[in-house]
Structure formats: C-alpha cells, structure tokens
C-alpha cells in the first residue's frame, strides 16, 4: 500500500558536501567538473557521476539554476532570483551582470512563438576587463591599431 506522507529528499554526505562546496564557489557559475576538481582536493573518492547526479537533484528541487550555452559545458549558479550573466569570450569567465531585469520578455516570446514560456536565461558575450587589457598591451607592443592580436 503507498503511503500518502510525501518523500524525503535525500541528505546525503556527498549531496551536503557538494552544495557547500557550491555556496563556497557562489559567482564563479562552475561546472561539474569545477566543482569535482574542488572536491578532490579533500575528498579523492568522489567520483563525477555523484556529483552531476546530485547538482541535477539541486536543480529538481530548485536550489540551484543550471545554465547551458551551445558549445561549452553546463555551468551552475546558487543565486536564484532572476538576473543576467555576461561571459568572457576568451578566457571563459561567467559573471553575475548588475543590470535591471527586463520585464515582459517571456510574454513577447510567448506571443511571437507560440510556445507556452516557463522563463529564459540570458547571457551577453564579450571580452572581460582584464583580457581586454592584455590584448590591447600586446597591441601596443607590436604598433598594432587592434584587432588582430597574433605575432
């Protein structure tokens, strides 16, 4: 006979482990594999799969946003109040943006699509502060006027 009381969620050692290790590393937006060279360093034997299969019970139960992009890995995010992300296209670092959230997006996507819209995540793309300066002191050095940073 099922019992009518609602499951527990797993509170596991790793699962505790794993989102304090999380809250720790809070905007920095690691990957699974971050987060597992993070947990090896004291903990050898945890292995990749205990890892992706608690950060996907922490998404479930709404703890943590995953966050994909086409063409690198998942990243996960513990801030779960809506904001924007901006990444650096050449170092890979995903920051938190500071700016005031649209309103009324999902609705325009709804109506323009079709589509019922449960929310979206949005991240801009360009070159952080400190690549930018790298790359303009490597034009500097080689009287470049930009663009083009290769020797």
Do not use: W
Request: with cysteine; aromatic share 6%; glycine share 8%.
């Amino acid at each position: 006979m099922k019992s009518d009381k609602p499951r527990l969620k797993r509170n596991t050692v790793q699962g505790q482990l794993i989102y304090s290790t999380l809250k720790q590393m809070k905007g920095s937006h690691p990957s699974a594999l971050d987060i597992h060279r993070e947990l090896m360093k004291e903990y050898p034997g945890i292995s990749t799969a205990t890892i992706y299969s608690h950060l996907r019970a922490l998404v479930k139960e709404g703890k943590l946003q995953a966050l994909s992009s086409l063409g690198s890995a998942e990243r996960f995010d513990i801030v779960l109040t809506k904001h924007y992300h901006i990444k650096c296209e050449s170092c890979g670092v995903l920051s938190d943006l500071s700016i005031e959230v649209a309103t009324g997006m999902d609705e325009s996507a709804e109506a323009a699509s079709g589509y019922k819209v449960y929310g979206h995540h949005t991240i801009f793309y360009g070159i952080c502060p400190i690549c930018n300066e790298k790359q303009n002191k490597v034009c500097d050095a080689n009287g470049a006027e930009g663009g083009n940073h290769e020797k």
